[in-house]
């Protein structure tokens, strides 16, 4: 996983702000009317108990307080636990914490300790950008492009499928993609293909992933990948809209997905 820096996390609230407007202008809702139409769900003043965690490369600056931020932002009550660790697990818990949102530098993840729901940052990332994408209002087929098929884009692609869509992907991991062509039933796309895409879903830790040949002009490119898998010049020839952004999008998304009750 790509871990974000103090400085992916500057001007959080202007890039949230921006990210909005895109998601509304291309999908016809922003962020929140997104969450609550493909999870169902809706804040109750549920609590966050938010809490740092120095294991592996440690503490990132900002990073639970963003989380605090972004909670806020979407109708949550939140707070950071003075402790890190355990005992500020057990701080969260005992302070009356409904979800309890933690990283180290493998999973990312949100629990809610009352519906007993848990969900990687991961999962919730691909589900939620691969969405985006694919509500292009804009979009002239059914026809969408997934590049990257690690554990976020994998989650996007099957996210996908679910939804009908035809999904195209592809990873240079041989054994990636056949994973998800065997177990999704995506179609492999190869360049060579000469096919053009109006909605792209991009989740790799790489620069320049999307190249002229894989794109339509005023496409919709979605992608949580930091760095962008988008070169500008490209994204301002092909007059691109890019849906862009390091953690507001994916935390609401893991915020909304664990007030589901059940199974989905
Ligand atoms: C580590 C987070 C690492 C990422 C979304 O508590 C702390 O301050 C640290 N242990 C947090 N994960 O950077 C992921 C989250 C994108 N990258
Ligand atoms: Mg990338």
Redesign the pocket.
Known sequence: ????TPQ?LENLSTQLEENDEIIKRVTGLDIRGICEDLYGTKPDSQKVGI???????????T??SSLLFIVEYFGFEGFVTEH?DVTGYYEAVSQGADIIM????HI?TAHNLRNEKIVS?HVA?GVIYADIASRFTEANSKDILVIGLGRVGYAGASHLMKKGFNVYACDPNREFLQKAVGELGIKPYCSDDRKKFSMVFEATPNADTISEGMIEERCLVST?G?PCGLPPEIGKKYRVDLVME??VI??ASMLYSVLQNGNS
């Open positions: 996983m790509a871990l974000l992916d809490i740092p965690i120095t294991s592996g490369n440690g503490i990132i600056s990073f639970t890190p933690m990283a180290d530098d990312f940052n990332t949580p930091i390091p953690l994916g935390v």
